[in-house]
Nanobody
Framework: QVQLVESGGGLVQPGGSLRLSCAAS????????MGWYRQAPGKQRELVAV???????NYADSVKGRFTISRDSAKNTVYLQMNNLKPEDTAVYYC???????????????WGQGTQVTVSS
């Protein structure tokens, strides 16, 4: 019914940059919020950044000033620009979308398959 397709992960040196993209497709009526979470080995999944349909943005304290989330509502796509990457940013990054389908008014969370980001020299 809904697919979230992520791209842009990879290996980068400390201080480098990456840009993640996530496109939502399917029988979507509306998207309330889109965001990025990450999960490092042995740790719980944590919020990185989220942007609502109204443009309100929230960042994890650990990425403020380094990461920027943006959204193209016409394309149902969310981006995460990551600058000044640190080894502790290494994780699998997951896209999330809270949305309503054409077939039901219920707000439901959908997840992408995840993309690996590795920061290492």
């Amino acid at each position: 019914q809904v697919q979230l397709v992520e791209s842009g992960g990879g290996l980068v040196q400390p201080g480098g940059s990456l840009r993640l993209s996530c496109a939502a497709s399917g029988i979507i009526y509306s998207i309330n919020a889109m965001g990025w979470y990450r999960q490092a080995p042995g740790k719980q999944r944590e919020l990185v950044a989220v942007i609502t349909s109204g443009g309100r943005i929230n960042y994890a304290d650990s990425v403020k000033g380094r990461f920027t989330i943006s959204r193209d509502s016409a394309k149902n796509t969310v981006y995460l620009q990551m600058n000044n990457l640190k080894p502790e940013d290494t994780a699998v990054y997951y896209c999330n979308a809270d949305l309503r389908l054409i077939t039901t008014p219920t707000l439901t969370a959908y997840w992408g398959q995840g993309t690996q980001v590795t920061v290492s020299s």
